[in-house]
Nanobody, 121 residues
Framework: QVQLVESGGGLVQAGGSLRLSCAASGRTFSDYFMGWFRQAPGKEREFVAGINRSGGTTYYVDSVKGRFTIYRDNAKDTVYLQMNSLKPEDTAVYYC??????????????WGQGTQVTVSS
């Protein structure tokens, strides 16, 4: 089992920045692909960003490219999501997730409890 705990959410004005953190425990962190997902009220959950085991390859949904950066510190068992130039449409609950074998969403077996991000206009 992998336990994931997110932190860093909050209320920010449009154009502002937040950094989300996700601390992992339970298994060898560097064995897992990590991803950030979000779910806005009334909408389906969507993939936001992902990173491979070493941190050398990253993936982003088009709507956040150039604004968000995912990175990981395997020595600290933590993955981060730096969010800049935030927009009201980024408002959602953000979830951290871990996948043992691939970056495909169905393969993300472990999930955190989520952290709320609210961007005011």
């Amino acid at each position: 089992q992998v336990q994931l705990v997110e932190s860093g959410g909050g209320l920010v004005q449009a154009g502002g920045s937040l950094r989300l953190s996700c601390a992992a425990s339970g298994r060898t962190f560097s064995d897992y692909f990590m991803g950030w997902f979000r779910q806005a009220p009334g909408k389906e959950r969507e993939f936001v960003a992902g990173i491979n085991r070493s941190g050398g390859t990253t993936y982003y949904v088009d709507s956040v490219k150039g604004r968000f950066t995912i990175y990981r510190d395997n020595a600290k068992d933590t993955v981060y999501l730096q969010m800049n130039s935030l927009k009201p449409e980024d408002t959602a609950v953000y979830y951290c997730a871990a996948s043992r074998y691939t970056m495909r969403e169905p393969d993300f077996a472990y999930w955190g409890q989520g952290t709320q991000v609210t961007v005011s206009s």
